[in-house]
T-cell receptor, first 109, second 113 residues
Framework: QKEVEQNSGPLSVPEGAIASLNCTYS??????FFWYRQYSGKSPELIMS????GDKEDGRFTAQLNKASQYVSLLIRDSQPSDSATYLC?????????FGTGTSLTVIP | DTAVSQTPKYLVTQMGNDKSIKCEQN?????MYWYKQDSKKFLKIMFS???????INETVPNRFSPKSPDKAHLNLHINSLELGDSAVYFC????????????FGPGTRLLVL
C-alpha cells in the first residue's frame, strides 16, 4: 500500500462548479498535510496546509482533514479554467515526506 | 528575485557520463531537499539537509551524492548516468522541518541518451 493515495483522474468539472479532490494516507502518526498545485511543465506550489481535524478555508479553497479516517480533501469553489492543473497531496510523518501521485483537474469553460 | 533557483534548466547527456545540478535558495531557510519526478509525475524525495546536515537519505543509488557547502546551497552530483535517471529533478527549501511549507525550484529536466 502506498503511503499517500490519490485518484489520478482526470477530473473534469464545468466552470463555476465545485471541484473535490481526495487523498488518503496510511500512517496514523502523520502530522502535517499539504496540498500543492502543479501546472504542466512547472514546479509544485503550495495551496493549503492543515494540521488539525476539521476545515480550513482560504479564499475559494477549503482543506478538510479527518485523522480518524486518514483522509484529507481539497474543495475548490467557483472553479476557474486557471485551476486546471495537477493537485498533489503531501503528508509528513516524523522525518519523512510523502507525495501522492496527483489528481489531474480540468475546468471546462 | 528568484527564491529557489536551479542550474541547468535542461540537461541532455550520454549514458555513463557524470553530471551535477546546482541549487541555491535566497530565502534564509534552514532545510533543503532534492526530489525526483518521473514520467508518471510521481514526486519522490531523495535527500534532505537541515543546517548542512543530511537528515533524509532515501533509497537511491549511491551514484547520487548530495553536497551542501552552506545552508543556501544543495548540489546533486550523479555518476555513471543511466537511462532510468531521465526525469525532472526539483530542489526545494523550507524554513524548518515537518510543518513548514516547501518552496520548489523550477526543476532540471534531465534526459539521458
Amino acid at each position: 500500500q502506498k503511503e499517500v493515495e490519490q485518484n489520478s483522474g482526470p477530473l473534469s468539472v464545468p466552470e463555476g462548479a465545485i471541484a473535490s479532490l481526495n487523498c488518503t494516507y496510511s500512517d496514523r502518526g502523520s502530522q502535517s498535510f499539504f496540498w500543492y498545485r502543479q501546472y504542466s511543465g512547472k514546479s509544485p506550489e503550495l495551496i493549503m496546509s492543515i494540521y488539525s481535524n476539521g476545515d480550513k478555508e482560504d479564499g475559494r479553497f477549503t482543506a478538510q482533514l479527518n485523522k480518524a479516517s486518514q483522509y484529507v480533501s481539497l474543495l475548490i469553489r467557483d472553479s476557474q479554467p486557471s485551476d486546471s492543473a495537477t493537485y498533489l497531496c503531501a503528508v509528513t510523518t516524523g522525518n519523512q515526506f510523502y507525495f501522492g501521485t496527483g489528481t489531474s483537474l480540468t475546468v471546462i469553460p | 528575485d528568484t527564491a529557489v533557483s536551479q542550474t541547468p534548466k535542461y540537461l541532455v547527456t550520454q549514458m555513463g557520463n557524470d553530471k551535477s545540478i546546482k541549487c541555491e535558495q535566497n530565502l534564509g531557510h534552514d532545510t533543503m531537499y532534492w526530489y525526483k519526478q518521473d514520467s508518471k509525475k510521481f514526486l519522490k524525495i531523495m535527500f534532505s539537509y537541515n543546517n548542512k546536515e543530511l537528515i533524509i537519505n532515501e533509497t537511491v543509488p549511491n551514484r547520487f551524492s548530495p553536497k551542501s557547502p552552506d545552508k543556501a546551497h544543495l548540489n546533486l552530483h550523479i555518476n555513471s548516468l543511466e537511462l532510468g535517471d531521465s526525469a525532472v529533478y526539483f530542489c526545494a527549501s523550507s524554513q524548518g522541518w515537518e510543518q513548514e511549507t516547501q518552496y520548489f525550484g523550477p526543476g532540471t529536466r534531465l534526459l539521458v541518451l
